[in-house]
């Protein structure tokens, strides 16, 4: 154990062990793949530790960053498959020796803290992006799940927050002046014409070719319940009404797809709203809407949003989270509260009826955009790391 204190200061790179529990392509995954791709190699040695194999893996594996696998840290709770991701992180970390352990998501936050400060590394570093108590789930968990996110706050020696909404709500005694909000930042340097997005989409949804010219908007996330993407399609259908030619395409793949398909084929809406799964790198086809709508129960940050505003697409999003740090309402979005279909349908039509308000509010976002650079998160986060 005494490692962590020999040569420290003698090292010229420093090893960066990231850990996080999943590896599909959320948020938090693009946030560990483009800090473990962004951080420069002349100063820093990466690997990053993850639960099963997945897109995460495959693409940090292309980037040439190096990738070792957890099987048994997994999303779900079970006690014998905590002890073994607590032996399997065990392990990693005495093996890697790494001068900074940044750990990501619930699990392995929890998990990687307490290893972590077991095994003295020099800094932990905890990523906040989102708590698990804000999940709809029984009174009782979340406690438990608010004591855990606690715990971790105050077992890292640093807890970035990816929004001060998020570090407000970890309002618990001795954690507020362990946590920075580090905002993130994002860049998209594939963004493809409107003409091309669409050519691109239309091969993946053939059903699409026949409305190439008409509205489309667009939602990009997961489907699960805390999307609410339900609220998006019940708002448009009111849309819709009104305006016939109206597309909305939904990007995302998950476990509430049947029955937003159900929901689709209730509301008859099967050639108006379209499900068309997963699609990678999914931001760089953002400048084939006229329109994006996120209609979220709650967000850690927004990381769409940053993306919509980068690619200059007018917003309409739910008033949660660190939405509204990323766009102001009238200034660069439109801003509606969650779950409220009539508030939704409203800022919908309004916008698809006017042009000159899209625009408006499509350079507000291109302005506002500039404050989310994924340069800066970089630079803060490297602070971190060295100091």
Known sequence: MLYWYYNYNMKSRKKVLFLITKSNWGGAQRYVY?????LPRENFDVIVALGQDGPLATKLRAAGVRVTNIPSLERDISLAKELKAFEGILHIVKQEKPDVLHINS???GALGALVGRLLFVPKV???SHGWAFNEDRPGWQKFIFKFVHWLTVLLAHKTIAVSHELKRQMDWPLVQNKMVVIHSGRDITNLKSREEARGALIKIEP?????????WSATIGELHKVKRHDVTI???????KQKPNTRHIIIGAGEEEKNLQSLIQNLALQSHIFLIGAVDEASQYLRAFDLFVLSSRSEALGYVIVEAAIAGVPIIATRVGGVPEIVEHERSALLVPQGDIEALAYACTKLRGDETARKFLSAGALEQAKNFTFAETLTKTIALYEN
């Open 207 to 215: 059903r699409l070719a026949e409305y190439k010219n008409e509205f």
């Open 125 to 127: 570093i905890f990523t």
């Open 106 to 108: 619930s699990k392995a």
């Open 234 to 240: 019940r708002a448009l259908a009111e849309v819709i």
């Open 34 to 38: 483009d800090l473990a791709v962004g």
